[in-house]
Structure formats: C-alpha cells, structure tokens
C-alpha cells in the first residue's frame, strides 16, 4: 500500500467537550473523555487535545487508508479510470480516478467517512458500560453510541468541521484577497474544499458577473450620450437586448454547470435517499437475480401500489394547501403592508425622510420574513417530499414569494399606478444603494459582532469563576477561535437550508430588480456590476475568516433558484412592455393604439424565443454528452457480464428463479 501513502493528514474535524479537573490513573479507563479518545483511536482516527479557555478540543484527522476502508463500506461511488462509476474499494484504490486538486476522496466524500467512523462507535459488548464525568455516571448500553450518548448528557457540546490552514492560506491569496481578475476564481480548489453547492454558487456568482458586463456597457452608454428623437426608439432595442442575454445567459450556465459536474466527476448526489439510478437498473450492488425478481414481485404487489399511490397523491395534497396558504397569507398580510409603504413614500415630500423611511422598512421586514419562514418550514415538515433537498426546494419558493412581494410592490405601485418614472429611478437608486450597501455591512458585520461577544461572555464568565484575575484572557488555541465563529447558517434558520438561502436571494433579487426596469433606469446594470465583483470577494472572505467551515451538501444544479431566475426573465418581458407603452404614450410620440400593439407583438415574441432558445442551445456540450453515452454503454456491457456469469454459475439459483416464474 506505499502507492496510497500522502503527507501527513490534517485536522478537519473538531470535537467540544468540557475542561475537567485532573484525573486520577485509576480512573482514566472509565472518564467520558477518556474512553472518546480511546474509541477515536481505536477506529484509526489521528487525535490531539487542545485545552481552551473555557472548554477541551478534540481534533481529529485520519490517514488515507482509514478514509478509504470507510467509504468502501459506506460503499461510496467513485468514477474509474475507464469512465464507470463503481463502488469504491480500497485494494483497487489506483483504478479510480483522483480529485482537480489529487487527492483521492472530495471533501464531501471525507466528511462522510468522518461521520461513519465517529457516529459508528456503539458499545459491541454483550453489557452495558459504566462511564464517569465530574463525578457522574453515564450509563453507556449495548449497541447505543458513544458520541449521541455523550451529546445526550451534554458532555460532548458540539462537532463541527475543522478549516484546513494549509489550502485556506492557499485559497485566502488566490481567491479572497486576489483583486486583479475581477471575476476570475479557483472554482476547482472551492470545489475541492468546501464541496459542490458552494462551488456552483462561486461558479454561477463569476459567470452572471462577468455576463453582466455587456448589459452595464450598454446602460452607461445610454446614460451619458443623448440620442435626441431616437431615445424612443434606443430604449425598445435595449430592451431586447437584455432579454436576448438573460436567455443566452440562462441556457449558458446550464452547459457550464453540466461540464461543471463532469471536470468534477459527479453523476449522482452523495447520499442520496434512494439508491442511484443508471440505465433505469438498481445499480447499488449489481443484485442477483434471484434479489430482482423478489424486489419485483413486492413492488407488483396491489397492496403495495395503493400505498404508493395514496402516499404520492396526500403529497401533493399537501403541498397544494401549503402553496395556497402561503399565498392567500401574502394577498391577505403582506399585500396591504407593502401598499400602504408605497403610498406613504409617494406622499412624503423630504427626500430625506423617504431615504429614512426606506432604510426602517428594510430593517423592519427582516423579522416578518424571518417569522415567514419560520412559518414555510413548520408547513414544508408536513409535506411528503422526497428528500431533503426537495424539502428546501419547495422553502425557497415559499419564502422567495415573501420576499417577492416586499421587495417589488412597492416599485410596482409607483410603475404602475403613478406612472411616475422620476419616482421610479429614484425608488431603483435607493433600493439598489440602500439594500445591497446594508446588506454587505449586515453579512460582514454581524459574524465578527458574534464571535466577538462570545469571547466577551468567556472573559467575563473566567474573570468571575477566578475572581481578581490580572491580565486580559487570550484565546490562543485556533480551534477554540474556530468555536466561537458562527455557523454558515440562514437568516429564517439552518433546518433546511444554509448560509447560500441569503447569498442567492440577493442576487435573485438584484437580478429581478435590474430586470424587470430595465427601461426606466438602464443604468442599474452598471450598479449590479460593481457590486457583484466585490461580493464574489467579501463571500470568499466570509467563508474562510468569518465563519465555522460549512458542512459540504450534495447538489446537482443551484436547484429552485434557477426556476426563479427564470420567471423574473418572464416577469420582465411583461414589465418592461406596459413601461414602455405607457412612456411612448406619455411622450405623445405614439398613439397608444399602435403603440401597444407593436409592444404586444414583440412581447410574444420574446416569449417565444424565450421558449424556443432552449431548442437552438443544448443544455448540455457535446463533450460530456459523448462522454456520458460511452460511460453508460460501458456500464451496462459490465452489468450484462455480471447477470450472466452469476446466472450460469449457479444451477440451484436458476432453478429456484424458474419456480418463482412458475408460481407468477
């Protein structure tokens, strides 16, 4: 196994339990701590105690031997060198194919096999075990584990990953702190390090930025040049044009994301709730026959349909009278809030007052959106989803619809309503500098405000608990300062969803923003630009210095937030329309008769290359459809082999399949 051999692991995972007074010899065998480091230990795992300020650190890392003979029973797909996607075994560890960075596993692939090994320590005696903490005994029962127990009594406080210093320097220089390139990011080494649903974030965040040039060029174009009698006409082309790049831009990113998944090797989700699908065959643990028929014959089962079919159909019961829910609450709650917000602002004379009453708005609504989704996961936790990442789904679009309603309504009422496009381009600059600026401030503030007061809180508690103690208290362990930090969490709550709920929705909504108005203020697209090239840095720097390394999730795509995405494009074909109807009749340069029909026409006609575009640009290259085609036959010849060879070698196997055939 010399092959297999690397430099010595780090530390990537972090275990918080108490700060214990000094144990005595004979009691070190049966203390809680004592008995985890052990067990640790036992499992393979590398293990150092750090003592803190206020509580003891177990970190632990593990070889690649330890990892590789975890996932071979966790039975972990990895890609080949041949093309096939096969359970991993550690004695053929070479044939599979290796990481953009060269290691072996990913980071999710480590992450797991950390949790099999530490979760997987249960008390294999034939008695239970008695523990001691503090002079309290812990009754440790057969087949229970050791971590949940410890959890359980409070003595094992938190897990959480630990940040790798080596690859976060690397990162910190090459991503965070590297300004030259603008939109240019490691988008493998995020992979690499935080896992595939952030890497796509990065990956779509760069892409919509560096995209947003054109639309930014062309807006400041029109802002600082006077085209006299043909503004009229100048403002239908940009219109166009905007829609045609967020098409192009849309169908775009799905290729990238499809050659994304492919440079990364992924072509199934880890973990996934049901067992993976390839060639429509169970392809978990290449089955006998004789495990197939019987599988088949459960399946058929009358019964065992109309369970299915119940349960399939009480879902989408269920899921309709949330959405319907949902949505009477935002005509019936939020509607009159938003419009009474709106109408105050239009009668409000003082810019100052209105930019004032802005900002408390916007701090106000954060706790009726938080109190929303509180709501749309009490509701989600009903529905009969299929996995969990349907679950956050169907939040999103719950809470995207909050969301949705207070941040346009008020744009809409001033649009719509008043006609007033000076209004609107003073609302658009206000929500564009207000929300975006209070945003950056809010999501870089509040993590060090955090970790700051919680290192307060421990000084205060050390300082009482020693009385008179000289001296500021340092926090010296980088584990304990990782502690403290806040997890990468969501604003409306980490049950379904991660820090990456807020990220996107600024963006959904910034995209909606600029979208939907384009022709009243085409200069949005210019705003949008700047801001997203310092968000793609401030987000890197928050990931690697502000909070706990976030716990990596399986994904295929940035799921519900591409459909959003979608229908704001929809939304502003139907937006920009009325505005500009309503400008070509407010200008008397057209008659509203005429006018409006030539905008209905290029309305449908938007609409239909909306639709149509997908047909002209694949969603998927060339390349990795190829790629795909000759992994799958490749896959099924390997199947086919398999089925035959375990048909004809055995006689009394293929007998006992016909007698069941005979009996169906």
Same mark, same amino acid.
């Given at each position: 196994?010399?092959?297999?051999?690397?430099?010595?692991?780090?530390?990537?995972?972090?275990?918080?339990?108490?700060?214990?007074?000094?144990?005595?010899?004979?009691?070190?065998?049966?203390?809680?701590?004592?008995?985890? @480091?052990?067990?640790?230990?036992?499992?393979?795992?590398?293990?150092?105690?750090?003592?803190?300020?206020?509580?003891?650190?177990?970190?632990? /890392? /593990?070889?690649?031997?330890?990892?590789?003979?975890?996932?071979?029973?966790?039975?972990?797909?990895?890609?080949?060198?041949?093309?096939?996607?096969?359970?991993?075994?550690?004695?053929?560890?070479?044939?599979?194919?290796?990481?953009?960075?060269?290691?072996?596993?990913?980071?999710?692939?480590?992450?797991?096999?950390?949790?099999?090994?530490?979760?997987?320590?249960?008390?294999?005696?034939?008695? /239970?075990?008695?523990?001691?903490?503090?002079?309290?005994?812990?009754? #440790?029962?057969?087949?229970?584990?050791?971590?949940?127990?410890?959890?359980?009594?409070?003595?094992?406080?938190?897990?959480?990953?630990?940040?790798?210093?080596?690859?976060?320097?690397?990162?910190?220089?090459?991503?965070?702190?590297?300004?030259?390139?603008?939109?240019?990011?490691?988008?493998?080494?995020?992979?690499?390090?935080?896992?595939?649903?952030?890497?796509?974030?990065?990956?779509?965040?760069?892409?919509?930025?560096?995209?947003?040039?054109?639309?930014?060029?062309?807006?400041?174009?029109?802002?600082?040049?006077?085209?006299?009698?043909?503004?009229?006409?100048?403002?239908?082309?940009?219109?166009?044009?905007?829609?045609?790049?967020?098409?192009?831009?849309?169908?775009? #990113?799905?290729?990238?994301?499809?050659?994304?998944?492919?440079?990364?090797?992924?072509?199934?989700?880890?973990?996934?709730?049901?067992?993976?699908?390839?060639?429509?065959?169970? #392809?978990?643990?290449?089955?006998?026959?004789?495990?197939?028929?019987?599988?088949?014959?459960?399946?058929?089962?009358?019964?065992?349909?109309?369970?299915?079919?119940?349960?399939?159909?009480?879902?989408?019961?269920?899921?309709?009278?949330?959405?319907?829910?949902?949505?009477?609450?935002?005509?019936?709650?939020?509607?009159?809030?938003? @419009?009474?917000?709106?109408?105050?602002?239009?009668?409000?004379?003082?810019?100052?007052?209105?930019?004032?009453?802005?900002?408390?708005?916007?701090?106000?609504?954060?706790?009726?959106?938080?109190?929303?989704?509180?709501?749309?996961?009490?509701?989600?936790?009903?529905?009969?989803?299929?996995?969990?990442?349907?679950?956050?789904?169907?939040?999103?679009?719950?809470?995207?619809?909050?969301?949705?309603?207070?941040?346009?309504?008020?744009?809409?009422?001033?649009?719509?309503?008043?006609?007033?496009?000076?209004?609107?381009?003073? @609302?658009?600059?206000?929500?564009?500098?207000?929300?975006?600026?209070?945003?950056?401030?809010?999501?870089?503030?509040?993590?060090?405000?955090?970790?700051?007061?919680?290192?307060?809180?421990?000084?205060?508690?050390?300082?009482?608990?020693?009385?008179?103690?000289?001296?500021?208290?340092?926090?010296?362990?980088?584990?304990?300062?990782?502690?403290?930090?806040?997890?990468?969490?969501?604003?409306?709550?980490?049950?379904?969803?991660?820090?990456?709920?807020?990220?996107?929705?600024?963006?959904?909504?910034?995209?909606?923003?600029?979208?939907?108005?384009?022709?009243?203020?085409?200069?949005?697209?210019?705003?949008?630009?700047?801001?997203?090239?310092?968000?793609?840095?401030?987000?890197?720097?928050?990931?690697?210095?502000?909070?706990?390394?976030?716990?990596?999730?399986?994904?295929?795509?940035?799921?519900? #937030?591409?459909?959003?995405?979608?229908?704001?494009?929809?939304?502003?074909?139907?937006?920009?329309?009325?505005?500009?109807?309503?400008?070509?009749?407010?200008?008397?340069?057209?008659?509203?008769?005429?006018?409006?029909? /030539?905008?209905?026409?290029?309305?449908?006609?938007?609409?239909?290359?909306?639709?149509?575009?997908?047909?002209?640009?694949?969603?998927?290259?060339?390349?990795?459809?190829?790629?795909?085609?000759?992994?799958?036959?490749?896959?099924?010849?390997?199947?086919?082999?398999?089925?035959?060879?375990?048909?004809?070698?055995?006689?009394?196997?293929?007998?006992?399949?016909?007698?069941?055939?005979? @009996?169906?």
């Amino acid at each position: 196994m010399e092959d297999h051999e690397e430099e010595q692991p780090a530390f990537e995972i972090g275990v918080v339990v108490p700060k214990t007074s000094n144990v005595k010899a004979e009691d070190e065998s049966s203390d809680c701590v004592e008995a985890l @480091v052990r067990e640790f230990k036992n499992v393979g795992l590398v293990v150092e105690r750090v003592i803190g300020v206020a509580d003891q650190f177990i970190k632990l /890392a /593990a070889s690649l031997e330890t990892l590789g003979k975890a996932a071979a029973r966790l039975q972990i797909k990895k890609r080949t060198r041949i093309g096939v996607d096969l359970q991993f075994e550690w004695e053929e560890a070479e044939a599979f194919v290796r990481q953009p960075d060269g290691s072996l596993f990913s980071w999710s692939e480590r992450f797991h096999c950390y949790q099999h090994l530490i979760y997987g320590i249960e008390n294999k005696g034939k008695s /239970a075990v008695i523990l001691e903490h503090n002079g309290k005994e812990v009754r #440790w029962e057969v087949g229970e584990c050791l971590l949940q127990k410890l959890g359980s009594e409070g003595i094992v406080k938190q897990v959480f990953p630990l940040h790798d210093e080596t690859k976060r320097k690397k990162l910190l220089h090459s991503w965070a702190l590297h300004w030259r390139d603008f939109t240019n990011q490691p988008v493998d080494d995020i992979y690499s390090y935080f896992g595939t649903k952030i890497a796509l974030y990065f990956a779509f965040l760069g892409m919509y930025t560096r995209w947003l040039l054109f639309p930014a060029a062309f807006g400041i174009m029109l802002q600082i040049i006077d085209f006299g009698p043909l503004q009229l006409l100048v403002l239908p082309i940009f219109f166009i044009f905007i829609i045609l790049w967020a098409i192009m831009f849309s169908q775009f #990113w799905k290729r990238k994301n499809s050659a994304l998944l492919a440079r990364w090797q992924i072509s199934y989700p880890i973990g996934a709730d049901a067992g993976y699908k390839l060639l429509g065959m169970e #392809w978990s643990s290449l089955q006998s026959p004789m495990e197939l028929i019987r599988k088949k014959r459960v399946t058929d089962n009358a019964k065992e349909k109309e369970i299915f079919q119940r349960n399939e159909w009480f879902g989408r019961l269920m899921r309709f009278r949330n959405d319907a829910l949902v949505i009477l609450s935002i005509i019936c709650l939020q509607l009159p809030f938003e @419009v009474a917000y709106a109408h105050t602002y239009e009668v409000t004379e003082s810019d100052l007052m209105k930019f004032g009453l802005t900002t408390i708005y916007l701090f106000a609504i954060q706790y009726v959106t938080h109190i929303g989704g509180k709501i749309s996961v009490g509701l989600i936790k009903h529905e009969n989803n299929e996995n969990k990442e349907k679950r956050a789904d169907s939040l999103v679009y719950k809470v995207f619809g909050l969301y949705f309603m207070q941040s346009y309504i008020g744009i809409f009422y001033h649009a719509l309503l008043h006609r007033s496009f000076l209004t609107l381009r003073q @609302v658009l600059i206000q929500r564009l500098l207000v929300s975006e600026v209070l945003e950056n401030l809010l999501e870089n503030s509040l993590p060090y405000l955090k970790y700051s007061y919680k290192k307060y809180r421990i000084r205060r508690k050390r300082k009482c608990e020693k009385g008179s103690l000289t001296g500021k208290i340092q926090f010296t362990s980088r584990v304990e300062k990782e502690y403290l930090k806040p997890s990468y969490s969501a604003s409306i709550g980490d049950e379904l969803e991660d820090g990456l709920f807020d990220d996107f929705l600024e963006l959904a909504l910034q995209f909606g923003l600029i979208m939907m108005f384009a022709c009243a203020f085409p200069l949005t697209f210019a705003f949008a630009f700047l801001n997203n090239i310092t968000e793609i840095r401030t987000d890197a720097v928050k990931l690697l210095t502000m909070f706990k390394r976030p716990v990596p999730r399986a994904a295929m795509t940035i799921g519900a #937030w591409l459909n959003i995405f979608q229908f704001l494009i929809l939304m502003s074909i139907c937006t920009n329309c009325a505005l500009l109807a309503w400008l070509y009749d407010r200008e008397g340069k057209w008659k509203i008769e005429p006018g409006l029909a /030539a905008i209905l026409v290029m309305e449908h006609v938007l609409l239909l290359i909306k639709f149509g575009f997908s047909r002209f640009v694949p969603e998927e290259p060339a390349w990795v459809r190829a790629n795909r085609m000759k992994n799958a036959t490749q896959a099924q010849d390997m199947c086919s082999k398999q089925l035959l060879r375990t048909i004809s070698g055995g006689e009394g196997a293929f007998a006992e399949v016909k007698k069941l055939e005979a @009996v169906d």
